[in-house]
């Protein structure tokens, strides 16, 4: 089996990476360990913003690049076809709140400042845009028109879908196991479940299983521990459908008070997560620990919409514990891996909002040997002592 491209992991990542590679006519195939989008990528808020993101200009500007990304393959394909709701963001505050206005609206001036699509809007306009909210009267926001959320499973395996029409492979229950390289190093081949596959270029798109992958792939311990990512963990609770209504109609976040994020699911229901609930559970706890924070997010949800069943469905509800691939910095890290040609990784948060973008840079830079001006503050050059 010989490929121009293998990228492993078949997340959001890896998939929309074999993507523009297959576009840019590489011969790709992606080998992915269980099945497609098993990973965070299923177990993910999906916002696609930049709006959380503006205290490096640089960081920012990559993830509006990302909404761009999303935006063509929506003029090309279609919303529906990549599971996209392009409904926009809300961040609710109080003007009576002087502490958490004040940092909601310094977001707005900066956001306008790089010029992302944002505006405030007054309480008459809010209840307009949601209107099953419980509202009080002093009640304004920050609306990001351009940003979406997203079916990521489904985005996933579209994705996959289009790698196999334009001629590539995609590979599930596969795993990469070890690399096969010459002497100087440049790689040559990828051992698998499925036997060898010959190629010089190699991705890694593993997601939190970065650091252990880069590992067994060398035979390099070091990665495992010296990769500059943390994982951390994070619950959604997803309730069952809300039918006839849709309590809510895009991505809402909720300044002062009890933290809440909240997002109408695809499946007709509410995903629902917080901040600080995400540090009261792990990947193994167990249903019943899970079912106890949960109940405390049904209850904060119940509070703002009063249509909405709260605690009483947490036994209809479903429940995801995700595991965040955070760099050090918080920022992506995408590049060849120093010291090892042919090698090249993306490792990153916000891997929903980034996968068109840093998926089409990484192309370029396999294609052409030359990595993009954008990529450049991203690549793993930027550690110390990796190579
Ligand atoms: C609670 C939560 C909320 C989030 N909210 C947002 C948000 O609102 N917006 C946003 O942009 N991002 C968000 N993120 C982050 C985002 O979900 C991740 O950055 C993204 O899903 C990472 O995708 P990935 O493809 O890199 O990893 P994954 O989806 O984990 O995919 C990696 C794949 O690699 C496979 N793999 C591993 N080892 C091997 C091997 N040896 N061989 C073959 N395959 C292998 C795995 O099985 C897996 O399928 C959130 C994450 C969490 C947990």
Redesign the pocket.
Known sequence: MNFDAVV?????????AAFYLARRGQKVAV???????????????????GT?KTADEDYHRL?AL?LTGYAELAAEFGEKALGLNPAGSLQIVRRGDDTNIKTVRDKLDQLQAYGYPSGWVDNHALRALEPHLSLPDDAEGLFAMGDM??D?PKF?HFMAEQVRTLGGTVMEG????SLEARDDGQVTGLL??AGTMNTETIL???????P??LS??TGYDGFAARFPMRK?????VRSPDTSPHQLVRR?VYFAGGPEL?ILPDFNGGLKI?ADDT?GMVEPDSSLDDVKRVAAILLARAQERLPGFAGPECVDDCTF???????PADGHSLAGPLPGAPGLFV??????????PELGRLMADLIATGRTPDTLQPFTLSRIEGLG
């Open positions: 492993i992991g078949g997340g959001i990542v890896g998939c929309t080998v992915e360990q269980d099945k497609l989008a098993c990973g965070t990528s299923s177990k993910s808020f999906a916002w696609i913003n959380s993830n990302g959320n997203l990521a996933v596969c795993a990469a196991r698998t479940d890694v798109a593993a997601g939190p299983g970065t252990e992958v067994a792939l951390v963990p994070g619950l959604l991505v994020h997560g995400d995801t514990i995700g595991v965040r691939p955070y993306i490792a990153t948060h916000s891997g929903i909002t980034l996968s």
